[in-house]
């Protein structure tokens, strides 16, 4: 297990002891009815492993540290049943919670925008770079043919800042067929706690908007 990403409980802020190793990449199957995601280093070393169950009415899921699904690391558990507002919370393998993820109302309807909270209150943002990438990504995925080119053509990009503005990450889906792929940069040094709700709360959303479309 990376260092960086050891639990931390909220509130506790400490500088990472060694560096991720950024970029990371982030992939997961178009096709497959149980969505599985994973999220690998520069090196390809493998950090997280996520496999989504289907029709789940809350949503209830276990990251690991393996594909094998042997060494559960973190949880992350919707506070309601299917409700647009939910909040999505995060705990270690303990039991302590850690904070969590709610989409920004309204607002994310037209342009992706979630908010990831520490102990109750906003601590970092995610936002869209652009609203029309997203739009037109979704609305041609849905023609025949020019569809399946959407992967290559439109490429959105999200990025993870905290309230003072400071951008920390950057996240860019990448051009790929059959599979939907993203990079993670990082911008600005983040401490372990922040690095660990960033990446819990951006593998949520990208879940939650593939849901979307």
Known sequence: MIESLKPSLPGRHKLLETNMNYPLDITFKLLAIAQQLSVRDAQGNLIFYVRRKAFKLKEAIT???DEAQQRPLYHINADRIMDFSARYRFTDNAGNTLGSI???????????????????????????????????????GQLPIVGALTGYLFNPAYLVTRADGTVLLRMVKRPAFFEGKFSVEQRAQLDAGEETRALLGLLMMILLERSRG
């Not at 209150?121 to 652009?130: T, Y």
């Open 63 to 65: 990251v690991f540290g």
């Open 102 to 140: 709610k989409r920004h109302g309204m607002r994310s309807l037209w342009k992706t925008h979630y908010e990831i909270e520490d102990d109750d209150h906003a601590a970092l943002s995610v936002n869209e770079e652009d609203a029309w990438v997203k739009v037109f990504d979704s609305l041609l």
